[in-house]
């Protein structure tokens, strides 16, 4: 079998992994390079921030990825040579209100969470801000870092005999023949294949546009902050009132994020830059004198709930959809993939796909 797979994310990647490790013919086709978009901005959180309030399809998803995600690192810097630097160093949560919904949630959910006292809190985070009496504590929790993630997925697929890529190339259209989708046409030239897998982000509901399918995805904007500290300054994701900051391996800290639906426009914004750094010294006195080193933006593909949409498109033979991973597409990435694979070859899911289906979420829900 031969797919296309229309962008070249953490979505697209691990999807042309995972198809030629079955066995299957990919042509990934990516407008720009590899790994540069979403993918490559985030913060690579693998969890949902306050993963208790998402809705059970969310959480199906990201449950089943993170038993997952230890395998998928080491097996990825094994292919490529590039650690991409997951780390287990947990989730610490300041000022939450609905703490008992959390604590509820985690005990149903087979997650751990705790709550923690002070002398805890700061023999965790001895450089948090005074006066912090309680948090919300999950150890389980991990990070990735993102440039490094997609570095290793891209080597690991340049390695993949049965996996062709195209950069720098725009799919323009699709090209369908009596109610089945055949192949693409990047700029001008036909590439054809038996099956067409949609993964391109926050861009992927203007393919579809342009054949009548109303998918509600849009790009949210994201912007982020990198401190160049020193290692030890902050050892956690560190997460209040829904900003955060996290620590990379080498000392650099990440402060993020803003939640911005300006359209495709991936400009950063000097109040933003303000507003993420006194966040993050409010939290962290000792980040006022460090270097801000870095800031950037990118747009997510924003879904209603943050559920994506993960199947065949209604009554368009051969055309699928895995889009729409919103504020979790690193950590739903790993299952989200797997449905589609077992989509795509006839197999069994290990999560349920009905609630990711395409056929009753096209036309009445909107992107809130
Ligand atoms: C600031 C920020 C913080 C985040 N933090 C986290 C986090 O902590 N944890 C987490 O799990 N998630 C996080 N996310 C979300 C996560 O990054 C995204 O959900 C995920 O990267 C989406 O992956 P994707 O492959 O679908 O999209 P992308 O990475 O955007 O990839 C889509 C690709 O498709 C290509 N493309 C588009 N149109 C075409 C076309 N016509 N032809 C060819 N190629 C095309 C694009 O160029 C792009 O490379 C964050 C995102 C942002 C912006």
Redesign the pocket.
Known sequence: MKTII???????MMQARELAQAGVEVTL????L?????????????SPLYPWRYSEPVTALASWSQGYYGNLAESLEAESGVDPELTRHGLMMLSVDDQAKALEWAATHKSWAEQIEKNEIYKLEPNLREGVCSALWMPQVG?IR?PRLVRALYKSIQREPLVTILEG????ELISRSGKVVGVKVEGREVRADKVVI??????G??LGSIGVKLPVEPV????ILFKAKPGVVNRVVLCDGKYV?PRRDGRILA??TLEYVGYDKQTTEPAKQLLADIAIDMFPALANTPIEHHW?????GAPDGVPFIGEVPDIENLFV??G?????????PASVRVMTSLLLGQDSPVDPEPYGLTKRLVSSEVA
């Open positions: 229309i962008g070249g994310g953490a979505i697209g086709i990516e407008k720009g590899c790994g540069q978009e979403s993918s490559w901005a985030g913060g690579g959180i693998v990070s993102n190339s725009t799919v323009t993964a391109a982000g926050a861009w992927s203007d393919l904007r994201g912007q982020m996290i993020g994020s933006a990118g747009l997510r593909p895995s889009a991973h919103f504020r979790n597409g690193l950590v739903l990435a």
